[in-house]
């Protein structure tokens, strides 16, 4: 049985490998460091990450969903702070896990997490589709987007039909389903990309490749100083949010892959952030669990973390030993295959569901993908962040005013649900619309939350009416003032009922 069990975890390695090494070399290339830097990241992710406890059959490695933000931090400070950023966020991932907050990740808003992957999706093929063509793609992701409407007259028609038929095999190659299970389609899409430019000495730009030693850099200590600055530590903590939230979305898919032990989203959470750490160490890119890899890994028969710790052996070997291979690659292949992982990126048919039964989430989405390709992505998540804490206010906030008719005795006015500043407007417009001659009782008895703003707003209102002690009395009893929620008790008192035809809803 340990042999059965052995044999299928070898096998599942070598799957995961021949995954692996083309979008490790890619999503370098996406990130605009050296190709190695990419293939440490996932040689690291395979022996440290790993080997430890966490989720047993996810995968790591450098992930199409940090690009973007690599990208611009690249930009921004150099190559050369690249690992003090990502060791800083390894260590802030590590802190996460100590403190046990792993499972609050699952409390971020969906919609934002769509709206950011959307974002990154957007911008991640935008920039590949000049590499597509070996033309140079504009910065900023809104210059990306701007930029392809005269994109058609600057590129090259060799390295746009290399990278458009590895898209092409890259679709069809898993139509042909023993083959997929033995070699995957992206490395039989650069592979066939590699030989048909190299038999017919096609005049493309390939990957370059320095050396895995050579590529490395440790951080001196003059780069550990740049931690003081405000903009360097927003992405260090940018980078830690978004990799822990991609890796513990991701171990959550992967759970529902298989049958076996569940996540310790914790655990799991110092296991990237020691695997971050080792890669900072390293002057390498950051990682984050990949679902492409991760499926891949349970599709294979993976039983055991030895897969993918094997899949990081079989990296290793092959940068060590046939560096040379890559320089085979050309660039325009690489750029295929990330303009498909950008696509998968782009949530259409969650999107979708959402709009059925959520509109409010799809302005969500919508905000956050938008921000990030206008803006960065950093400040994309956080605009989202917002309008999803504040659209959740506007939904609870609902507040009803029903009014009765008792003829000789006056109005009563039963007002319940939380009244708060949002619907105070509402709310107002719906007790000044009520006669001025006739006496007004408020019953606020239903009310589950009243906030200052809305008990100073009731008692000015009652105080401008003739009966102000009848509605201040009834504020103050009810513990309105300052925010108190009323309890049940006053329901039971007031017998509230439902919204009826004399209700209004604010």
């Not at 950011?116 to 957007?122: E, F, T």
């Amino acid at each position: 049985m340990r042999c059965a069990v052995g044999r299928a975890d070898l096998f599942a390695s070598l799957v995961v490998f021949l995954v692996a090494l083309p979008l490790c070399v890619g999503v370098a290339l996406a990130s605009g460091v050296p190709t190695e830097l990419g293939l440490v990241t996932g040689i690291v992710g395979g022996l440290v990450a790993g080997a430890l406890p966490g989720s047993r059959l996810q995968v790591s490695g450098p992930a199409a969903g940090l690009t973007v933000l690599v990208y611009e931090a690249v930009q921004r400070y150099g190559v050369e702070v690249l690992g003090v950023l990502v060791l800083g966020a390894g260590v802030v991932q590590v802190g996460l896990g100590v403190l046990r907050l792993g499972r609050w990740f699952r409390a971020v808003s969906t919609a934002v997490v769509q709206g950011m992957l959307a974002g990154i999706g957007l911008v991640l093929v935008a920039g590949q589709l000049y590499a597509l063509g070996d033309a140079a793609a504009p910065a900023s992701g809104l210059g990306k987007l701007a930029g392809l409407v005269s994109l058609p007259g600057r590129v090259d028609p060799a390295a746009l039909s290399v990278g458009a038929a590895t898209i092409a095999v890259s679709l069809l190659w898993p139509r042909w389903r023993r083959g997929a299970r033995v070699v995957p389609a992206p490395l039989v899409a650069v592979a066939l990309a590699a030989a048909v430019t190299g038999v017919f000495d096609l005049d493309v730009r390939r990957v370059e490749v320095r050396g895995l030693v050579d590529a490395v850099r440790v951080p001196e200590g003059a780069d550990f100083g740049r931690l003081m600055e405000v903009g360097v530590i927003g992405t260090v903590v940018a980078f830690a949010l978004i990799a822990s939230a991609e890796s513990l979305f991701s171990a959550a898919a992967v759970d529902r892959l298989h049958t076996g032990a569940r996540t310790d989203y914790d655990r799991e959470l110092i296991a990237q952030g020691t695997g971050n750490a080792v890669c900072g160490v390293l002057g390498a890119l950051p990682m984050t669990a990949v679902i492409v890899r991760s499926a891949a890994n349970v599709q294979a028969g993976a039983r055991t973390k030895a897969s993918r710790v094997l899949h990081g052996v079989w990296l290793l070997v092959f940068t060590v030993v046939v560096p040379g291979v890559l320089g085979l690659v050309p660039v325009a292949a690489l750029a295929g295959l990330l303009v498909l992982a950008g696509c998968k990126l782009v949530p259409v048919h969650e999107a979708r569901e959402l709009w059925r039964g959520h509109r409010g989430e799809v302005a969500v989405l919508g905000v956050t993908a938008g921000a990030i390709v206008v803006g960065d992505l950093f400040d994309g998540v956080l605009v989202g962040l917002a309008l999803a804490v504040a659209k959740t206010a506007w939904d609870i906030s609902h507040v009803h005013v029903e009014t009765e008719d008792q003829g000789e005795a006056g109005i009563v006015v039963r007002v319940w649900g939380h009244a708060t500043f949002l619907r105070l407007p509402k709310l107002l417009d719906a007790l000044e619309a009520l006669p001025r001659d006739r006496e007004v009782r408020l019953e606020l008895g239903g009310l589950r939350h009243v906030d200052h703003a809305c008990a100073a707003a009731l008692e000015g209102w009652a105080a401008a009416r003739g009966q102000a002690l009848v509605a201040e009395k009834e504020v103050r009893r009810r513990g309105a003032v300052g925010g108190t929620p009323s309890g049940a008790g006053g329901e039971q008192e007031y017998g509230v009922v439902q919204p009826a035809s004399g209700s209004a809803a604010v």
